[in-house]
């Protein structure tokens, strides 16, 4: 082999071995801040939870202060309500896609929580972009925005990464009894209840 073959092997096999601890710091820091975001909501840590929500819907929302007030006031009817979050489960982050200056990825998400007394389990996933390498992740929750329109937003994420359906246990209970009574009784389920 000639020494600039030789040379170019070398520094090939260099840029593979950066290319990999780089998205492996990525993923890591991801797993990290996902769970720190998740701990903020259970503990009802509003400012940290605000910390790790997209810049632009903070912005958006008017401002850090204005956007902890309407979080915790959200949580203090939903508790007001008789619903409480008991827990969240991350599952591994998709693959990280670079889109222009964001690096983005989707984390599987499943909130269990307390209604009524009862145990309703919600699958969702939330979008998690970084605009410095990792150093801060931001989440916002996908399963609140059109695959259309996330699509339009990060192209490169949605042609990459099967995008998870959000799913919820007490409404897919509700429309499989629907199902089972529309078969019974041969009808919609809007004329079985009109009727009834």
């Not at 629907?178 to 079985?192: D, L, M, N, S, Y």
């Amino acid at each position: 082999m000639k020494k600039s073959n030789h040379i170019i092997l070398i520094v090939a096999t260099l840029l593979l071995c950066a290319t990999s601890v780089y998205s492996q710091s990525l993923r890591e820091s991801l797993i990290v801040q996902a769970r720190q975001n998740a701990d903020a909501i259970l503990k009802h840590d509003y400012e940290t939870s605000v910390r790790f929500m997209y810049p632009a819907i903070v912005e958006m929302m008017g401002g850090a202060q204005n956007t902890i007030a309407l979080v915790k006031a959200s949580m203090e009817e939903m508790k007001e309500g008789g619903s409480t979050i008991e827990a969240i489960t991350l599952g591994k982050p998709s693959i990280i896609v670079t889109e222009g200056n964001e690096d983005v990825a989707i984390v599987q998400t499943e909130m269990t929580i307390i209604v009524d007394e009862k145990m309703v389990v919600v699958n969702s996933y939330l979008v998690a972009v970084t605009q410095n390498l990792g150093e801060n992740w931001y989440f916002f929750d996908g399963a609140q925005m059109p695959e259309a329109r996330l699509s339009q937003i990060y192209p490169r994420l949605v042609a990459s990464v099967k995008i998870p359906e959000r799913k919820n246990n007490v409404v897919d209970d509700i429309n499989e009894s629907f199902r089972r009574i529309e078969e019974k009784e041969g009808k919609p389920i809007k004329q079985v209840l009109a009727e009834r």
